[in-house]
Structures are given as C-alpha cells and as structure tokens.
C-alpha cells in the first residue's frame, strides 16, 4: 500500500501504517477521552481520561494487527505468501503476493481473523474481572478492549465480500460451484447490500441520534460498497485475461541491444527513433538484462558516449514470462514488481516485450467493443 511507513518486522512480516492511520489513532483518542470513558466512567480527572484514551486508542490497533498476524500466519502456511501488514484508518490489510488458488485455504484463511478477536474478547473480558474495583482506569480499559474485539469480530463475520465472512461465503460458494468468478460475485453482491444498509443506518443516525456515529457507519458503508464492487470487478479481469496468451499480445518485432552498446547509441537509434522506454539486451541471442529510459537517467548526458549498456541495465533476476503464459500472470508481475513491463522469454531468447500498457490497451478496447 503506497503512502506507508514500515515499522517493524514479525515472523518475516513487515508491519507499516498508512499516514490515514494517524488520524484514526487521533479521532479514536479523541472520541475515548472526551466522550466514552467520561460517559461511563465519571468523576476521573482530565489528565486520566487522555491516557486512557490514547492507549486504548493503540490498544485497538494491537487487536486489528493480531487479528491481520492470524490471516498472515494461516496464508504463509497455506503457501500463499504475506510479506507485510498494513495499519490504515478502517483496520489492516494483509498484502498477498498472490490470492488462494483452492476454496479451503481461503476459508481458512478468512475465518481464523474473527475468531481471533473474539479470542481477544473473551481474553479481555477475563482480565477485566481480576481489578477489585471496576471503575478503575484498569478494568474500564480491559473492559473496553472486550467490547471493540467482540464488536470487530461479529463484524468481520457479516457474510459480505471483501470482509472475512464474505470471503468465508465465497470459499463455501467456490467450493460448491467450482466457479471463483461466480462466488465472488455472489459475496461482492451481499457486500454490496451490506454496503447500503449501513449507509442508510448511518443517515438515519446523523439525523436522529449522532452525527458523527451516524457519518461514521456510513463511512464504513461506503467503503464495503465500494470494495465489494472493486472486487467483483478485478475477479472479472483476472478471468478474462486469463484466457488470454502473452504470444497474442506481445511485441515480438522488437529492437534488441548489446551489453557494449552505449547509452548515447541506445537513446539515438531506439527510444527517439522508434519512441520506446524500454529495449531488452541481448548477447549470442540471449537474454542478460533490459534497459530502460530510467536506467539512462541515472547517467549525466556527458557521459553517455562512454557508458556501455552494461553498467546501468537491470540484469539477472529478470521479471519475464514466457509466450503461453496468460495475461493475467504478466499483469500481476507488473503491478506486484511495480515496473511497465516484463521480458518475454522464448526458451531463453528474447521474444519481445509486453508492457503494462499494452495490456491496458486491450482492456480499454474490449470495453469499447463491448468483447468479454
């Protein structure tokens, strides 16, 4: 997730928050301080009720990243590789390099997220019981913290995609039809009802209860809406261009270069006369690297003349695919690798290349053709 800052690492996952998760830790802060820990717990100082509340500001976060550490440690095990955890305004997302290839692994996956913060709750709720006094800051926090896990796990249990319980429904649904693209549009709809019925509670409360609660909850509404939406979308795509061939799209006419052309040679004959941004690099017919307008920018143009291709191109490990794979494995390569395009390997010759804007072309033009 862009806009991130990594903080630490746990069982080879990064943890890193999104700037919006400062401003969730503020208004949770906020909202704990002068509002819920004052309501129910009167007569504690100012000073106490700030502490209090920004700790169970960050003790909230520690739940949401113990409920993400299970999703993380469950894929890892199923070979569905988690390398980082990100903290943002509504929660934590889990980043998978790659979503899971059978029903079982994902209901596993999605359900072990729940039952963690309920586990949490009922951990909270015991501790809770143990201060003699119940009004204390202690036992208010602990108690709180039972509350927000058991509120965080019915909540992640609503049967509505992307949350557990609609990716819970889909595994049931895709191990039933055999269909992912089906299953997901089944729980993307129920997301989606979801979505509404908790913007329309929102509205109703911002006009008859609280405003802020109410804008809250359909803030959440929206945002359920919007990503059920996002998702059956994106599963739609996938499964078309994965029907789809990398050797139906690729450029094969492609210029290649050696190690020992210059940089002054590689701007001249290849990206201002044919107007590329990347040429792949080639010695006895085979691939070694590939050099891009990125690359030629880290030389000062003074030294282009005398600096060989050699020293500024991205060589081994090369992100490539080969002419049978589908559009959907390239495209995925592009976007987790953040780069413009990939190397077609043809038995380790250069078969060309395929970019990112390519396959955004194809898309935008089957749109307008109406084509699946």
């Not at 079982?104 to 909270?124: D, H, N």
């Not at 701007?267 to 010695?283: E, H, L, S, T």
């Not at 589908?326 to 290349?353: F, P, T, W, Y």
Request: charged residues 15%; contains cysteine; glycine residues 8%.
């Amino acid at each position: 997730m862009k806009a991130s800052f990594k903080l630490f690492r746990i069982f080879g996952i990064t943890i890193g928050i999104h700037y919006t998760w400062i401003f969730a830790v503020i208004f949770f802060s906020w909202t704990l301080a002068m509002v819920y820990f004052p309501a129910y717990y009167p007569g504690w100082s100012t000073a106490v009720y700030w502490i209090t509340g920004v700790i169970g500001a960050l003790l909230i976060f520690v739940s949401v990243l113990l409920h993400e550490m299970a999703h993380s440690l469950v894929a890892n095990a199923r070979g569905i590789p988690v390398h980082s955890i990100t903290l943002f305004l509504l929660g934590g997302a889990s980043n998978m390099e790659e979503e899971p290839q059978k029903p079982a692994a994902e209901f596993a996956m999605a359900i072990v997220g729940p039952l963690t913060s309920l586990v949490l709750a009922a951990i909270f709720w015991g501790f809770s019981k143990l201060p003699a006094d119940a009004t204390t800051p202690l036992a208010a926090m602990l108690s709180y913290m039972a509350l927000i896990n058991m509120y965080l796990g019915i909540f992640n249990l609503l049967p509505g995609f992307p949350l557990d319980g609609g990716r819970v429904l889909r595994s049931i649904i895709w191990g039933y039809t055999g269909n992912l693209t089906k299953a997901t549009d089944i729980a993307g709809m129920v997301g989606q009802i979801f979505g509404w019925a908790f913007i329309g509670l929102g509205i109703f409360l911002m006009i008859s209860v609280s405003f802020v609660s109410g804008l809250w909850i359909a803030f959440i509404g929206w945002f359920l809406n919007s990503s059920a939406d996002a998702s059956r979308k994106e599963i739609t795509l996938r499964e078309r261009l994965s029907h789809i061939k990398v050797r139906e799209l690729m450029d094969s006419s492609v210029s290649t270069i050696s190690p020992e052309t210059t940089v002054e040679e590689l701007v001249r004959d290849i990206f201002r006369k044919q107007q590329g941004r990347a040429v792949p690099v080639c010695r006895d017919g085979q691939l070694v690297g590939i050099a891009t307008i990125t690359d030629v920018k880290k030389v000062p143009q003074d030294k282009w003349a005398e600096t060989p291709i050699s020293r500024i191109m991205t060589g081994a490990p090369l992100y490539s695919v080969v002419p049978d794979d589908n559009l959907n494995k390239a495209l995925v390569m592009i976007a987790r690798n953040d780069i413009n395009q990939v190397l077609i390997n043809d038995n380790g010759k250069c078969g060309g290349l395929l970019s990112r804007a390519d396959i955004i072309r194809l898309i935008q033009m089957n749109r307008e053709l109406g084509l699946n």
